[in-house]
């Protein structure tokens, strides 16, 4: 069965950094792109980054270029997230999904709350 | 920056049928995709590259796309499908992904 767990979601202060993982079980994870999609409370969804297989390609909305790095660790089935320079309007549920057909396994999401 | 837009609500009468459009530039060349949210619970992909439904996903659901805009059709719409609808598709680079503005459907 696969699985996606993610963890590490805080409180953290504006400017601050935090990174976040994201645990796959259950699939090959070396052989797909992997994505993180956040939500900021009680708006839509919005994707964040993703990275290629092998992570030698990645890609981020513009919001978060420069402040935020997706990285992968594929000996350990883990994705991670690491946030810089955090600000107010980073506040969301962070999710890690798998790319195959679309995204088409996500995870329960772990909470990120920047606020002073 | 791309944009996919939707319509804010939708609302029918179980068993009637609920259309959602999302508009986007690059759609007449890049695939859509649709992801139902039930409150409080991670999104369920529903419809992938345009019109193929996922396993699981029941046969009321389906999809198309002509032109600059994609449409999800829940055909006999059950109280069971209200939740937030998004679409989702990639920019002409095909590397910045993005989803839709986000609809409303309730079924009452």
């Known amino acids: 069965e696969v699985q996606l767990v993610e963890s590490g979601g805080a409180l953290v202060q504006p400017g601050g950094s935090l990174r976040v993982s994201c645990a796959a079980s259950?699939?090959?994870?070396?052989?797909?792109?992997m994505n993180w999609v956040r939500q900021a409370p009680g708006k839509g969804l919005e994707w964040v980054a993703n990275?290629?297989?092998?992570?030698?390609?990645?890609y981020y909305v513009d919001s978060v270029k420069g402040r935020f790095t997706i990285s992968r660790d594929n000996a350990k089935n883990s994705l991670f997230l690491q946030m810089n320079s955090l600000r107010a309007e980073d506040t969301a549920v962070y999710y890690c999904?798998?790319?195959?057909?679309?995204?088409?396994?996500w995870g329960q999401g772990t909470p990120v709350t920047v606020s002073s | 920056s791309y944009e996919l837009t939707q319509p804010p609500s939708v609302s029918v009468s179980p068993g009637q049928t609920a259309r959602i459009t999302c508009s986007g530039d690059a759609l007449p060349k890049k695939y859509a995709y649709w992801y139902q949210q039930k409150s409080g619970q991670a999104p369920v992909l529903v419809i992938y590259?345009?019109?193929k439904r996922p396993s699981g996903i029941p046969e009321r659901f389906s999809g198309s796309s002509s032109g600059t805009m994609a449409t999800l059709t829940i055909s006999g719409a059950q109280v069971e499908d209200e939740a937030d609808y998004y679409c989702?598709?990639?920019?002409?680079?095909?590397?910045?992904?993005?989803f839709g503005t986000g609809t409303i459907v309730t079924v009452l």
């Open positions: 989702y598709s990639t920019d002409s680079s095909g590397y910045h992904f993005v």
């Open positions: 259950g699939f090959t994870f070396s052989s797909y792109w």
């Open positions: 999904a798998r790319r195959n057909t679309g995204l088409d396994y």
């Open positions: 590259e345009d019109n």
């Open positions: 990275i290629k297989e092998d992570g030698s390609e990645k």
